[in-house]
Nanobody
Framework: QVQLVESGGGSVQSGGSLSLSCAAL????????MGWFRQAPGKEREGVAA???????AYADSGKGRFTISRDSAKNTLYLRMNSLRPEDTAMYYC????????????????????WGQGTQVTVSS
């Protein structure tokens, strides 16, 4: 059974940094693509960053130059490093995964992911 467990959220001031982690359990990690998504109150869930099994990545414009996605295959863990955080980055952040490979054009679409974590809250104050 696929299980994703996020951690690393918290509260920071504007301009600060946070690193999120997502431990992936119950499947062959390297045969999946994975992504980070976020959802603020009253808004739709949106893609933040994603990575294919071959290491290719995709980033939402909102996070380009500030966020970095990475994965450690040995630890079955996905990471999101977030720098220069802004109040508008405040949201619940979710890790997601799906078997196979996706074109980079689609990697940030929530509807192509099957498995989701429970989320970790990120709050950025001004």
């Amino acid at each position: 059974q696929v299980q994703l467990v996020e951690s690393g959220g918290g509260s920071v001031q504007s301009g600060g940094s946070l690193s999120l982690s997502c431990a992936a359990l119950g499947y062959t990690y390297n045969n999946y693509y994975m992504g980070w998504f976020r959802q603020a109150p009253g808004k739709e869930r949106e893609g933040v960053a994603a990575i294919n099994r071959d290491g290719t990545t995709a980033y939402a414009d909102s996070g380009k130059g500030r966020f970095t996605i990475s994965r450690d295959s040995a630890k079955n863990t996905l990471y999101l490093r977030m720098n220069s955080l802004r109040p508008e980055d405040t949201a619940m952040y979710y890790c997601a995964t799906n078997p196979g490979y996706s074109s980079a054009d689609y990697l940030l679409r929530p509807d192509i992911y099957t498995y989701w974590g429970q989320g970790t809250q990120v709050t950025v104050s001004s």
